[in-house]
T-cell receptor, first 116, second 110 residues
Framework: GAGVSQTPSNKVTEKGKYVELRCDPI?????LYWYRQSLGQGPEFLIY????????DSGLPNDRFFAVRPEGSVSTLKIQRTERGDSAVYLC??????????????FGPGTRLTVL | RKEVEQDPGPFNVPEGATVAFNCTYS??????FFWYRQDCRKEPKLLMS???SGNEDGRFTAQLNRASQYISLLIRDSKLSDSATYLC???????????FGQGTTLQVKP
């Protein structure tokens, strides 16, 4: 079956612009996670959705970052007034349930965001 | 201090070598433990879960020491295809979020 998909695969934007990154989870997966990976680092947690609601957004770095999942499937990560420091690979993952360790998280290929 | 710490390497080993990676975590409430593998410019993929009793999957053996908050991964008989970054990962209770280490890079050479 289809895995997690993310679009676009690459996004180049200018400082100060607004961007939207999309994630399509595996069908039937209720839990969806966003992570950000900078060069040479491991992924860092941003936000977790259980169904339509953001159950944990403690990883969002500031109020320029926002994410939605209105129908409990596709999610969009939105970044306002982008800064050069936002440049990273944004990874989305989904799993069947949220229970810690209860279910494997499957990652999408990521969106490589470059802010000039 | 980072919540999960790993030696970033790189580890350069010949084919057939045995290599060990170590990882420490700071949150004693951590509940689940994993090793993920990440190939260059690809997404992380689950390699194996880690249990206190230790677990083995072919050439790979993972071990957890809760008292020392220490996780290890042993790779025997290294193959060229083992070249990748290995990420040590923990989760806290009541959340599903993964906390990743920096990753350890392995390069297996002919």
């Amino acid at each position: 079956g289809a895995g997690v998909s993310q679009t676009p695969s690459n996004k180049v934007t200018e400082k100060g612009k607004y961007v939207e990154l999309r994630c399509d989870p595996i069908s039937g997966h209720t839990a969806l996670y966003w992570y950000r990976q900078s060069l040479g680092q491991g992924p860092e947690f941003l936000i977790y959705f259980q169904g339509t609601g953001a159950a944990d957004d403690s990883g969002l770095p500031n109020d320029r970052f926002f994410a939605v999942r209105p129908e409990g499937s596709v999610s969009t990560l939105k970044i306002q007034r982008t800064e050069r420091g936002d440049s990273a690979v944004y990874l989305c993952a989904s799993s069947l349930y949220r229970l810690a360790g209860g279910n494997e998280q499957f990652f999408g290929p990521g969106t490589r965001l470059t802010v000039l | 201090r980072k919540e999960v710490e790993q030696d970033p390497g790189p580890f350069n080993v010949p084919e057939g070598a045995t290599v060990a990676f170590n990882c420490t975590y700071s949150n004693s409430a951590s509940q689940s433990f994993f090793w993920y593998r990440q190939d260059c410019r690809k997404e992380p993929k689950l390699l194996m879960s880690v249990y206190s009793s230790g677990n083995e999957d072919g050439r790979f053996t993972a071990q957890l020491n809760r008292a020392s908050q220490y996780i290890s991964l042993l790779i025997r008989d290294s193959k060229l295809s083992d070249s990748a970054t290995y990420l040590c990962v923990v989760t806290a209770s009541n959340t599903g979020k993964l906390i990743f280490g920096q990753g350890t890079t392995l390069q297996v050479k002919p």
